[in-house]
């Protein structure tokens, strides 16, 4: 299985932009999808979560702006991020709980990349 990112990109301050990640694969039951943002010599932070059932979890820093979708019959998920900051630049990846052939692993994808700048 794979996780896919797409829909980074450079937008200025109070833009938009919508991330999508698509898991693809031998997939039997996609569990929950995170969204994780990198930024150079910080620790990787949660921004976004959604379980199968929809419950959702957001990183204080983003609440009120990001909103993340259900997961779709196509295994994707987005990140709909609105009045988009500086301090939201970085990357950000994608990662799932998927039950792959019987197993369930942890996927990640290889991360797209978002500037927020002027």
């Known amino acids: 299985a794979q996780l896919v990112e797409s829909g980074g990109g450079l937008v200025q301050p109070g833009g938009s932009l919508r991330l999508a990640c698509e898991a693809s694969g031998n997939i039997l039951t996609v569990y929950a999808m995170y969204w994780y943002r990198q930024v150079p010599g910080k620790q990787r932070e949660l921004v976004a979560s959604?379980?199968?059932?929809?419950?959702?979890v957001y990183s204080d820093s983003v609440k009120g702006r990001f909103t993340i979708s259900e997961i779709n019959s196509n295994n994707t998920v987005y990140l709909q991020m609105n009045s988009l900051k500086p301090e939201d630049t970085g990357v950000y990846y994608c990662?799932?709980?998927?039950?792959?052939?019987?197993?369930?692993?942890?996927?990640w994808g290889r991360g797209t990349q978002v500037t927020v700048s002027s």
């Open positions: 959604i379980t199968e059932h929809g419950n959702t």
């Open positions: 990662a799932a709980d998927l039950s792959v052939l019987g197993e369930l692993h942890d996927y």
